[in-house]
């Protein structure tokens, strides 16, 4: 299994990115999947999850209005759009199965400022 995390960056507040999540290894489209993230001192979160036909499960509530997940079964890739960023969604996102976890990727660096 390889999850490989891309489309971070530095942003401003109120900015958006659209993040990405390749994946290989596995047949993709039997698994709902999920991003998650870890802020500095802090524990991993989930952020949202996504059923593996692309229905959304659940997002935080931090999340919610803001971003959306979504996924391309074709592609083997999850996608996270995230819109309205404030400084507290400064952290590395990492996506992986819902609530059940293979190895973690990378992750990709997420930081909003001004």
């Known amino acids: 299994v390889q999850l490989v995390e891309s489309g971070g960056g530095l942003v401003q507040p109120g900015g958006s990115l659209r993040l990405s999540c390749a994946a290989s290894g596995f047949t993709f489209r039997n698994y709902p999947m999920a991003w998650y993230r870890q802020a500095p001192g802090k524990e991993r979160e989930l952020v949202a999850g996504i059923t593996s036909v692309g229905k959304e499960i659940n997002y935080a509530d931090s999340a919610k209005g803001r971003f959306t997940i979504s996924r391309d079964n074709f592609k083997n890739t999850v996608f996270l759009q995230m819109n309205s960023l404030k400084p507290e969604d400064t952290a590395v996102y990492y996506c992986?199965?819902?609530?059940?976890?293979?190895?973690w990727g990378p992750g990709t660096q997420v930081t909003v400022s001004s």
């Open positions: 992986n199965r819902y609530n059940v976890f293979w190895a």
